[in-house]
């Protein structure tokens, strides 16, 4: 998509947001380091417009390409 769009590669930043699990499994591992629950309903709006407000701030003019997960999209 960015070699299409006219966008240098070398200016492209991905980004993946965890949004956490509710695997038993992954809850009970130590060295499961990421967010201890998913977040879900007003929790997970509230991180993605905290996400979303940090980046404007810091590039004003930056483009966002968002692809939510099919679970969160319907």
Request: no cysteine; aromatic share 10%; hydrophobic share 50%.
């Amino acid at each position: 998509m960015v070699a299409a769009a006219g966008i240098n590669p070398q200016r492209v930043l991905p980004i993946m947001i965890d949004i956490g699990t509710n695997n038993e499994a992954l809850l009970k591992d130590l060295l499961y380091l990421r967010l201890q629950h998913r977040l879900d309903g007003e929790e997970y709006i509230a991180g993605i417009d905290e996400f979303m407000e940090a980046v404007f701030t810091r590039w004003p003019h930056v483009i966002v390409h968002v692809i939510f997960s099919i679970r969160k999209v319907f």
